[in-house]
């Protein structure tokens, strides 16, 4: 199915409000609804001020053009407003509402909020036939409006950084507030190791603990305490003695409570109570910082405006298939699909876990909080006393170094020790492992691995040199450590790395044991993965630069930026990057391209220029085409822009290497490296036999990569029909359905396939237990 600007005969009106809280995303969500509306043939309105907007009417209520949500991706907060409404709680409220909608012949309705906003658009929908009669019998509006706006229609998309709604793995907003938190954490982290403090961070989530907890995961924090689960009676003397245990050989402590943290009675757990606890018991100099609103704000992250763009244009999807008989429906995200669920269904799904007195009840957004809680304690506790297993375990990265790499490897070491395990650190990858030299391959400890979460790179080395050559020595080296399983951190070269293994294992017994790779590489262009440790921090890079390059043209002509990002033949980063950013064009080595294509561009920009259109941006991918370079490009648009627009390129390089991982490589690699360590332990328990450990078979020797919806070991040897060894890239890759989007949003008339769109479902319905919060895209 196909949806054209020309196919809509009856173009329909819409109104989109933002509710309640801004979030610092909203915009990105506000400009995809009206591109994507106008796109379909739809009139779209701006409903400013929220629910007040609706009620108030007259200027509130405004028509949307194209250039009236330009330049508005990395622009905080929300450009229409949005405000706390009493008066629409009441029916009278809800009346001059319906009244000033019916005026402006709005029946479709996009609404950005948290639970409440959105059941109170439900109870404005079911309502609207009574309300329609009303204004009939007042002589507000003519009789024939009744059958004329018959139904109200209403998509609805979650705007919470508390990720606490339940029926979507993330929010719209989560992710920016994660980086500010983590940004802090990072700036205190550096106060905390020079004097050598304990710092105590509040951060929001009153009823929810997920920023908490995913904070705690991605900064390495030694305990938080968030309302979902009340700590056990006697926490403090637990938490002090893990705080005094982990004060050997180590400078800081950190410890992260949400603002609504509790204990098992309902007593509340307050910043300030955990510092005089610590004071107290431990005498540590002790700091409290409440991060507060500085959570909502800032520029939105790649993520957020990549998740906000998605649900904004499959909202309008939703609404153009909706009839009277279809429910209120609220767009999510499971895994890296859009899926569409009954609202009243997600809001009748939060749970209300007690009491406390006439306060509201405490909800949980179980299923992500509840698994970023078992990744926690598995990487948090210390084990002294846990039964050793006498296997031991190597880690080591190979290929180019990604961030979020040293937050696998640290999780990976910690999980592995906590499971019993000794385990190795091999630098250097397999060069350092063939080589054998003194320090390249020795046991790596509890405390060896401490603050790695936050660094970027590789701290144990890393190189592309495959194992073929030198698997001899390799097998050598296993035997003389008594390696009995392998867990890799990397990119493209891991994975060939495990097919040679696999094949080296005729010849050596050494390679017959359990080994695994968890994918590491900014070009995300790893078989068997949708996602890598490494490409959202590559993102955020290439977003931030784009919008920094963006605004240096502020005052300026007009003028077209192109911008070469890495990835190899894998077009990944130029086309979500392109997304994130707001890019005109993406050119890529998967959707070959041509001088006629190059040519249609460039009028497409002229003639964008010629109106209030500023700026435009242009991304191409290094190895997209060996003729078409960048420098050609940019020649190209220079001359045929001439008295339009100029131009001007940057080749944003090994920048896109670098730089502190972002909260959600570090916590993907945190949890994917976690639930690795755990199919070893599985696996090296299954595969020992008369006391020796020996695995043979093919699925002895996987990748754990995200498919879709859910987390899955695939062994490497069934990926290989997968692969496009020549280009080093997968043959099939989801996010290439996401290249129309960006087209859509910059203007182009072009169609649409929705066959992949979000499909109606049901909360109820059991989702895939490997399916995570963290992994979505």
């Known amino acids: 199915m196909h949806i054209h600007v020309a196919t809509v005969e009856q173009p329909c009106k819409s109104g989109f409000y933002n509710d309640l809280l801004q979030l ?5 969500a506000v400009r995809a609804v009206v591109r994507m509306g106008l796109y379909v043939g739809a009139k779209v309105y701006f409903i400013h001020e929220g629910y007040q907007g609706m009620v108030d009417g007259g200027e509130n209520i405004e028509e949307a053009s194209w250039e009236s949500v330009s330049s508005m991706l990395q622009v905080g907060g929300t450009v229409i407003g949005s405000a706390r409404c009493k008066e629409f709680r009441s029916h009278e409220g809800r009346l001059k509402a319906a009244l000033n ?36 019998e007042q002589g507000s509006i003519e009789a024939d409006a009744v059958s004329k706006y018959s139904a109200l229609h209403i998509v609805g998309m979650v705007g919470s950084i508390d990720n606490d709604f339940c029926g979507t793995d993330m929010t719209i907003g989560t992710d920016s507030a994660l980086h500010r938190i983590i940004e ?23 009823h929810c603990g997920y920023l908490a907890l995913v904070s705690a995961l991605a900064c390495g924090a030694d305990w938080v305490l968030i309302p979902e689960m009340p700590p056990e009676d006697g926490w403090e003397d637990k938490m002090c003695q893990k705080l005094s245990t982990r004060s050997r050989g180590t400078r800081l402590n ?26 107290k018991c431990l005498g540590f100099d002790t700091r409290v910082t409440i991060l507060g609103h500085v959570q909502r704000g800032g520029t939105p992250s790649a993520f957020d405006r990549i998740l906000a763009s998605r649900m904004g244009v499959e909202a309008v999807l939703a609404l153009l298939e909706t009839t009277a008989n279809t429910p209120a429906c609220v767009v999510s995200l499971c895994g890296n699909q859009s899926v569409r669920l009954p609202l009243m269904e997600c809001v009748q799904m939060v749970a209300w876990r007690c009491e406390r007195g006439q306060e509201p009840l405490i909800r949980s957004t179980l299923p992500p909080t509840t698994r970023n809680t078992h990744t926690f304690d598995a990487r948090s506790r210390v084990c002294f006393s846990a039964p050793q297993s006498n296997f031991n375990v190597a880690v080591l990265n190979v290929g180019a170094p990604a961030a979020g790499m040293n937050a696998a490897v640290r999780s990976a070491v910690r999980v592995g020790i906590s499971e019993g395990h000794k385990m190795f650190a091999v630098s250097d990858g397999f060069e350092g492992f063939y080589k054998g030299q003194v320090g390249t391959i020795s046991e790596i400890k509890w405390a060896d691995v401490g603050g790695w979460t936050g660094q970027g790179g590789s701290l144990l080395g890393t190189k592309r040199t495959l194992p073929a050559k030198h698997v001899d020595k390799i097998a050598e080296q296993m035997r003389e450590h008594n390696i009995n399983a392998l867990l890799i951190v990397g990119g493209f070269e891991a994975f060939l790395s495990l097919l040679e293994l696999l094949t080296a294992r005729g010849k050596y017994d050494e390679f017959c044991v359990p080994m695994v790779m968890v994918p590491a590489t ?13 490409a959202d921090t590559a993102l955020n890079a290439i977003t931030a630069t784009c919008d920094r390059i963006k605004q240096s043209a502020s005052g300026t002509k007009r ?13 990944y980063l130029a086309s979500v990057g392109g997304l994130a950013a707001g890019a005109d064009a993406a050119y890529i080595f998967e959707e070959p391209f041509d001088i006629k294509d190059l040519q249609a561009n460039v009028e497409h920009l002229t003639e964008k220029m010629k109106t209030s259109i500023q700026r435009g941006l242009v991304l191409r991918n290094e190895n997209c085409n060996e003729n078409y370079t960048t420098d050609f490009i940019y020649q190209l648009y220079s001359e045929e822009g001439r008295g339009v627009f100029d131009s001007r390129k940057n080749v944003l390089g090994h920048m896109q290497q670098g ?88 203007k182009y008339k072009t169609s649409y396939d929705v066959s992949d769109s979000g499909q109606l479902e049901h909360v109820v319905r059991n989702r895939p237990k490997e399916s995570d919060a963290s992994v979505a895209m």
């Open 184 to 206: 802090v954490v990072d700036a205190i982290m550096t106060t905390a190791q020079s004097h050598q403090r304990t710092f105590v961070l509040e951060v929001m989530g009153r």
């Open 659 to 746: 730089g502190a991982p972002s909260p959600f490589d570090r916590n993907f690699g945190t949890k994917i490296s976690a639930k690795a360590m755990q199919w070893v332990t599985k696996k090296l328990v299954e595969t020992f036999r008369h006391g020796r450990v020996f695995a043979n078979t093919e699925d002895s020797c996987c990748l754990l990569g995200m498919r879709r919806r859910a987390l899955v070991f695939q062994p490497v040897v069934q990926l290989k029909g997968e692969t496009d060894f020549v280009h080093r890239i997968p043959k099939e890759q989801w996010w290439l359905k996401l290249r129309p989007l960006m087209k859509i949003l910059a």
């Open 559 to 571: 003028r077209v930026f192109i911008i070469e990002t890495m990835g190899g033949y894998c077009g």
């Open 254 to 279: 950190i410890i992260i409570v949400a603002e609504g943290a509790i204990d098992r009675h309902g007593k509340p757990i307050t910043s300030g109570i955990v510092k005089d606890l610590v004071v």
């Open 24 to 28: 610092t995303c909203m915009n990105a």
């Open 522 to 534: 900014v070009s995300n262009n790893v078989p068997g993965s949708d996602l890598s440790i490494g």
């Open 101 to 136: 909608l019916v005026q402006q012949g709005i029946t479709n309705l996009c609404v950005i909020g948290g639970d409440g906003s959105l059941t109170g658009a439900n109870l404005f929908r079911e309502e609207w036939s009574g309300l329609l009669a009303e204004l009939v």
